[in-house]
C-alpha cells in the first residue's frame, strides 16, 4: 500500500469545487441559508483520526508498556485514513466552490452573508480532516527496525 498522493487529493477537490460551483450557480437563488456548522462533522471525524493516529503510534512505537499493533488493524487505520483525507478533499474542495460564488453574491442574496461564514467553517474543518488523515496514515508505517541491519 503506498502513501496518498497529493495530486489525488488535488484532483478530487478540484473536481468537487467545480461541480459544487455550478450547482450553486444554478440553483442558490432557491436554496435556504446553509447552516453556519454544516461542515463541523468534518472536525469530529478530524479528532477521531488524531485520536487513532496517536494510540497506534504509541502503539507501534512500543512506548509505554503498550500492546503490539495487529496487522489488521493497521490496515484498517490506513483505509481509514485514506477515506478520510479523499472526503476532506472533496469536501474542501466542495466548500471552496460555494464560496467562490458567495463571495462576489453578498449584494444580490441576504443569505450570502451567512453562507460566506459556512463556507469558511466547512473549509477549515476540511483542511483538518486531510491534515489528521494524513498523519494517521503516516503513523501506521512501520518504523525501521536497527537491528535487522545487523
Not at 498522493?5 to 473536481?15: C, E, I, S, T
Not at 437563488?29 to 496517536?54: C, E, H, R, S, Y
Not at 477515506?83 to 467562490?100: K, N, R, T
Amino acid at each position: 500500500m503506498r502513501f496518498t498522493k497529493p495530486r489525488d487529493l488535488l484532483a478530487a477537490g478540484l473536481v468537487a469545487g467545480l461541480l459544487a460551483h455550478l450547482l450553486i450557480r444554478l440553483a442558490y437563488d432557491t436554496l435556504p441559508p446553509l447552516p453556519t456548522f454544516a461542515g463541523f462533522t468534518l472536525l469530529v471525524i478530524a479528532v477521531v483520526n488524531l485520536w487513532l493516529a496517536f494510540s497506534l503510534r504509541a502503539r507501534i512505537l512500543r512506548k509505554r508498556g503498550a500492546r503490539p499493533v495487529e496487522p489488521l488493524t493497521a490496515a484498517r487505520a490506513v483505509a481509514f485514513a485514506k477515506a478520510s483525507s479523499l472526503l476532506g478533499a472533496i469536501m474542501l474542495g466542495g466548500w471552496a466552490g460555494v464560496l467562490i460564488y458567495v463571495l462576489p453574491a453578498r449584494g444580490q442574496f441576504q443569505a450570502a452573508d451567512n453562507d460566506i461564514v459556512t463556507g469558511v467553517v466547512g473549509i477549515v474543518c476540511a483542511a483538518l480532516l486531510i491534515a489528521a488523515a494524513l498523519w494517521l496514515e503516516r503513523c501506521c508505517k512501520t518504523p525501521d527496525d536497527p537491528h535487522l541491519d545487523q
